[in-house]
């Protein structure tokens, strides 16, 4: 974990959907999240499933803008499988990140450059980030939500 201009960054192994269920008491103090990927999907007007979860739902440009309990509803469902990304803010965005922002593996916020991430994060209000595919990502105002992150995780059951 360190901080940067304000906000503090990890990558570690995991991905967003446990992030989420980890989080979900954090979520509360943001109205919006806006979903830029899943499973690698940029354009989540074509995301066939979503409508199982999600009944109210508008779009940023091809991101999905939908409430941060729906966020944790599709994680408990299982929707987030790698190659996710989610921004929670306390405001409506008006634009997507731009074209080379993500938070989405192979970047690493650990060795890559992340001040065009925090700029629109800035921008927008947001006050948390979280991508996935080779780790987890993530960016937030809140040292208390990077520890929660980084809270060792009980190890999962072999399933031979």
Known sequence: MRKI????TGHIDGSVGEAVLRIAPVLAVF???LVTSVDSLTDLRQWKTLGKVVQHREYVGTALLISPSDVVELAKAGDFSGFDEVWFLRGR????????VYLVGPFDVAT????????????????????????LNYITTTESTATTIEEPRAPTAWRG
Do not use: C, F, R, V
């Open 5 to 8: 201009a304000g906000y503090w």
């Open 31 to 33: 109205h919006w999240a």
């Open 93 to 100: 965005p008006t634009e997507s990140p731009p074209q080379g």
């Open 112 to 135: 890559d450059d992340i001040t065009g991430a925090i700029a629109w994060m800035k921008a927008q209000g947001a006050g948390l980030a979280l991508g996935d595919g080779i780790g």
